[in-house]
């Protein structure tokens, strides 16, 4: 287990880049701007509630560590965005992706004031400008401010939520937490506005009091004339320079521009009659879109999938050598051939011929991963192999009609069981039926899941069995073979003729372990790992070393002659099955 997660952080660290760097620095601001965002909803009670609130905010965001995380995480993300600016050479992907960009780059010009006012003043004067000093100065001195803050306020939450939901959407769990996601980022920023409104009243009303002034204004508070004038020098010329950067980025954009131009044009064939000639520099994924080109990318060229693959026809010695994080993705699914390469990743210099891996038309980088789980996605499973016995002998004896009836009888019987018991009957083969269990649930549940799906099924046969028995000369007869691990589910197929489905051995073994029930004459045959992970005590089932078609090592299983006796053992871990 130890060797196991030591490979898997190994694996993870190996996978960090840019984009992930700039993806914890993001949470760390996310997690500060919702502390503040419930701060500022405090106003909805009262400014006692406020000052109480932004004791412990401050208390906590000004504690050295975490303040040296916060301001690096700040300048590190920023620094990022504009890196990002730079590098990118197209925007014509989903215009949500530009926008969050362009609300990023703008978070820090709307704030410098807000923060030289506030951090800095401290910093050089001692000035202790808290909420009843900020809204004065918003509500009062310079109401206009209350748009500029208001606005602020509702960019950098809408560029958080944007980067939040990029990164969540990928996740097993992100259909089922989208709607508790979605009020969250409603509610927050709405109650946050709302305090700001209700705390800037109350200060407009009591301003109007001069105790209230001199309790609340005084020079140590603001500062005097001449601090204040030298913040508000110091947030110009921040300004000045954040928006100077931006401009030196955006001339630096188009001498790239004309230099790969002046340096030479190249051919991107796509090994089915179309050809486009772009600049050097420009990676493949970007010459598509371009150029119009439908360029299957589900996570639109962040290189956290492989669905832009391509496989490069010719000579690969001439390619550039794959990054850092393209090497980790392409690890990942097992793609060692050196001509399979990330489109979003490769930047030719020279021309080059290739095909696309998956189909454009149901994959395309504008296209959302609505469901991503149906693109392809890795995760554990616990698959189910239930086959029926002697369903030949059956047809020999039976009409064609007589012999659908009863198959399909016995399947409706076992894909009842696992409805009821929380799995999907995912593919039916002849006579057989491959279920999957742990979509939606924990490892530990699916392989319980599982166990009481294969109790409910002898009883529903055992029940079709009295229903038939006037048909039927022998009663039907099941084999099941249950396994669980991580696979790789998605859509499968062509065009038209898609479906879901699980890939990998653990389907494979589940499969192996339902053909063995034959010749070890029992109904369930499971593996140790869905033992272990479901909790049930070693003793409760007989155990038995095999050798698995396809596996070097014995495997160790646990037979039950019975399925129906499954039931106790699920419900009462210290039973034991004969």
Known sequence: MTSRSLSRLAKSIQGIGVRQVRLGCGMVLYTYLVSHFLNHALGNISMDALATGVRYHTLFWQFLPVAITLYTAALVHSGLGIWALYQRRQFRWKAIEPLQLVLGLSIPALIIAHIVGVRLGQTLFGNEKLYPQELYSFWVARPYRIWLMSAVLIIAWVHGSIGLY???????????????????????????????????????EDSASAQWRADNLSPQQIG?????????????????????????????????????????????SYGNGRTVRVP????????????????????????????????????????????????????????????????????????????????????????????????GQERYLVSMFVDMRGSTNLAEHRLPFDTVFIVNRFLSAVSQAVVECGGQPNQFVGDGEL???????????????ALKAAAMIAANIEELN????????????????????????????????????????AVNVAARLQDMTKTLACETILSEEVRVTAGLPADGLPEQEVAIRGRTELMIVRYVTHAKTLTGLVEDPDAVVA
């Open 280 to 375: 050097k520099g420009l990676s493949v994924l970007e010459a598509s879109l371009r150029n119009n080109v439908p360029h299957a990318s589900v996570c639109g060229g962040r290189a956290r999938c492989s669905t832009c693959r391509i496989r490069v026809i010719g000579d690969c010695g001439l390619l550039p050598a794959p990054s850092k994080r393209e090497n980790f993705v392409l690890n990942r699914v097992g793609a060692t051939d050196p001509s399979i390469r990330l489109a979003c990743q490769l930047r030719p210099v020279e021309d080059l011929s290739f095909f696309q891996l998956f189909m454009p038309h149901t994959m395309s980088a504008n296209a959302h991963a609505s469901q991503p789980h149906r693109i």
């Open 435 to 449: 279920a999957l269990f742990g979509l939606h649930t924990s490892p530990k549940t699916a392989c319980r899941q």
């Open 224 to 268: 005097t004339a001449a601090q204040q004038g030298t913040l508000e020098d110091i947030a110009d010329y921040c300004l000045i320079g954040y928006l100077g950067l931006l401009g030196l980025v955006l001339l630096a954009r188009g001498a790239r521009a004309l230099n790969e131009r002046r340096g030479g044009m190249i051919t991107l």
């Open 466 to 505: 009295q229903f038939l028995s006037h048909d039927l000369h022998e009663p039907i007869r099941f084999g099941i073979g249950i396994h669980g691990g991580e696979v790789i589910i998605g859509d499968i197929g062509y065009r038209d003729h898609m479906v879901f489905t699980a890939l990998g051995d």
């Open 166 to 204: 990029f990164w969540l959407r990928m996740k097993a769990f992100f259909e089922r937490a989208a709607p508790f996601l979605l009020a969250a980022a409603v509610l927050v920023p709405t109650l946050a506005l709302l305090g700001f409104y209700q705390a800037g009243r109350s200060v407009v």
